[in-house]
């Protein structure tokens, strides 16, 4: 059964404090890692897709990277506007809409 | 990015009575919707698949007769919540494909928040 998993659960940061939430999966033939950040009360933003180990990928202030088993969205300098949940799927084709979904981590920036 | 557009964003309604939610994909053609309820603090659990021109698909423990979904178009897909109970108030969320490409991007809707009182 395919799995992804996110830690931490919650995260509380000072504004500028760097740090990295983690996605780890196990699925069978992943075709792609999404990264998603959700505010309250709104759908998923889609953030990045990587498709294979050792691809990078940016975004201002992100940065998501992908290894056989995990991947990583690490925050550089984050301001508080970077607060919101961050949600990881694996897609793997399995399933009706082929993405294994995280629980996310909850992020807040703290001024 | 593509665009995918849901309304209401919220809505309250008696127990008992009809919701309409309504899911646009604004610049591509989606052959494929996904509609997804989410929990707090949970993550989106899948409820059905919107196939256009055809029958959706639901997963298991979703009741088909309560959760009407209609595709008419390659842009629109529709999820009426039928006698509606407190129970069923939730965040649901739609998702939308480029039918071209498999899962390169998937786009979801602004989700609606359900209460029924």
């Known amino acids: 059964e395919d799995q992804v998993t996110q830690s931490p659960e919650a995260l509380r940061l000072q504004e500028g404090e760097s740090s990295s939430l983690n996605c780890s999966y196990t699925?069978?033939?992943?075709?792609?890692l999404f990264w998603y950040r959700q505010d309250p009360g709104k759908g998923p933003e889609f953030l990045f897709t990587l498709y294979s180990a050792g691809e990078e990928k940016e975004k201002e202030r992100l940065k998501a990277t992908l290894t056989k088993k995990e991947s990583f969205l690490h925050i550089t300098a984050p301001k508080p506007e970077d607060s919101a949940t961050y949600l990881c799927?694996?897609?793997?084709?399995?399933?009706?809409?082929?993405?294994?979904f995280g629980k996310g981590t909850h992020l807040i920036i703290q001024p | 990015g593509a665009v995918v557009s849901q309304h209401p964003s919220r809505v309250i309604c008696k127990s008992g009575t009809s919701v309409k939610i309504e899911c646009r994909s604004l610049d591509f053609q989606a052959t494929t919707m996904f509609w997804y309820r989410q929990f707090p603090k949970q993550s989106l659990m899948l409820m059905a698949t919107s196939n256009e021109g055809s029958k959706a698909t639901y997963e298991q423990g979703v009741e088909k007769d309560k959760f009407l979904i209609n595709h008419a178009s390659l842009t629109l897909s529709t999820l009426t919540v039928t006698s509606a109970h407190p129970e069923d108030s939730s965040f649901y969320i739609c998702s939308a494909r480029d039918g071209a490409r498999w899962a390169t991007e998937a786009f979801f809707g602004q989700g609606t928040r359900l209460t029924v009182v």
């Open positions: 799927a694996a897609g793997s084709g399995g399933g009706a809409d082929g993405l294994t």
């Open positions: 699925v069978s033939g992943l075709r792609g």
